[in-house]
T-cell receptor, first 115, second 115 residues
Framework: ETGVTQTPRHLVMGMTNKKSLKCEQH?????MYWYKQSAKKPLELMFV???????ENNSVPSRFSPECPNSSHLFLHLHTLQPEDSALYLC??????????????FGSGTRLTVV | AQSVTQPDIHITVSEGASLELRCNYS??????LFWYVQSPGQGLQLLLK??????LVQGIKGFEAEFKRSQSSFNLRKPSVHWSDAAEYFC?????????????FGTGTQLKVEL
């Protein structure tokens, strides 16, 4: 039990589908993150949320739409994806703000395959 | 801008041999440094972290790392590697900012253990 739970673990979707990835943390953290991990590439930060507010969008295409309804939940809504979007999507959480302590707790990831 | 360099993409060691994984960082202030490990298809697990104080930090699974400010390095070591240590290892640097605790990761070092 890592404290950060991601569902589903695996997802196969067509390019015209709409799906959502879910992340939930029970650590009392107030910052949450989406990362993309592609084969043979470094971890790419996609979005950062602090206290439910988006504080960073790393030039992510609009076909990825994040949602953070509260500090414990984070979603990534997907639509009209491309095959190159196939990757492992990792969610992480941490204590946020200037009083927080750096360092993330990661979920196990969602392995996404776009066909 | 903060950055992390892991110069070794792949390392192979024999079981029982010692291990050192290299990490060099660039950060404008006092860095917070981390080592994470990732098994195939899994998320990243924190091995150890350095915030301040003793420059030799102990982590889980028998790993340790030494912070050397003069060399901007934070190398990971283990005296005797076990076959179960085969995985990918990521070094990360970050700090406290008003926008949240953004970590920057290296590209990872894939460790193979020969029996």
């Amino acid at each position: 039990e890592t404290g950060v739970t991601q569902t589903p673990r695996h997802l196969v979707m067509g390019m015209t589908n709409k799906k959502s990835l879910k992340c939930e943390q029970h650590l009392g953290h107030n910052a949450m993150y989406w990362y993309k991990q592609s084969a043979k590439k470094p971890l790419e930060l996609m979005f950062v949320y602090n206290f439910k507010e988006q504080t960073e969008n790393n030039s992510v295409p609009s076909r990825f739409s994040p949602e953070c309804p509260n500090s414990s939940h984070l979603f990534l809504h997907l639509h009209t994806l491309q095959p190159e979007d196939s990757a492992l999507y990792l969610c992480a959480s941490s204590q946020g703000g200037t009083g927080g302590i750096p360092g993330y707790t990661f979920g196990s990831g969602t392995r996404l395959t776009v066909v | 801008a903060q950055s992390v360099t892991q110069p070794d993409i792949h390392i192979t060691v024999s079981e029982g041999a010692s291990l050192e994984l290299r990490c060099n960082y660039s950060y404008g202030a006092t860095p917070y440094l981390f080592w994470y490990v990732q098994s195939p298809g899994q998320g990243l697990q924190l091995l150890l972290k350095y915030f301040s104080g003793d420059t030799l930090v102990q982590g889980i699974k028998g790993f340790e790392a030494e912070f050397k400010r003069s060399q901007s390095s934070f190398n990971l070591r283990k005296p005797s590697v076990h076959w179960s240590d085969a995985a990918e290892y990521f070094c990360a640097v970050g700090g406290l900012t008003g926008g949240g605790n953004k970590l920057t990761f290296g590209t990872g070092t894939q460790l193979k253990v020969e029996l």
